[in-house]
């Protein structure tokens, strides 16, 4: 199962998510998700365990618990949605960029 994990402080390590989860099973793996630019954590990571049933006791007991004076969110991951070509208002549509409206107004 794969596990989201949120409102992690900047300071928690790969090590420190994969110890949090370490008591109920074994992980798979564990990753702090970082800037791509600073490299500084963004505050969230994901955790693999194979077993669903200690992944699923691991959600339940360490939602809402505190590291490092933060109440961290637990829960299993969803399935990353795909990202359209009009996400950003558009698409293929074709726009202007005029300094004036009348270009607009003409065409």
């Known amino acids: 199962m794969n596990i989201y994990v949120s409102n992690l402080s900047f300071n928690v390590t790969d090590d420190d998510l994969e110890g949090f989860f370490a008591e109920y099973g074994e992980v798979s793996s564990a990753r702090v998700i970082t800037?791509?630019?600073t490299g500084k954590s963004r505050g969230f990571g994901f955790v693999e365990m194979p077993d669903n049933e200690a992944a699923k006791k691991a959600i339940a007991e360490l939602d809402?618990?505190?590291v490092e004076g933060r109440e961290i969110k637990v829960a299993e991951a969803r399935p990353?949605?795909?990202r359209g070509g009009d996400q950003r208002g558009g698409?293929?549509?074709k726009r202007s960029f005029s300094r004036n409206n009348s270009y607009n107004n003409r065409y």
Request: proline residues 0%.
């Open 64 to 66: 809402g618990g505190r």
């Open 35 to 37: 800037d791509k630019f």
């Open 80 to 82: 990353r949605e795909e």
């Open 91 to 93: 698409g293929n549509e």
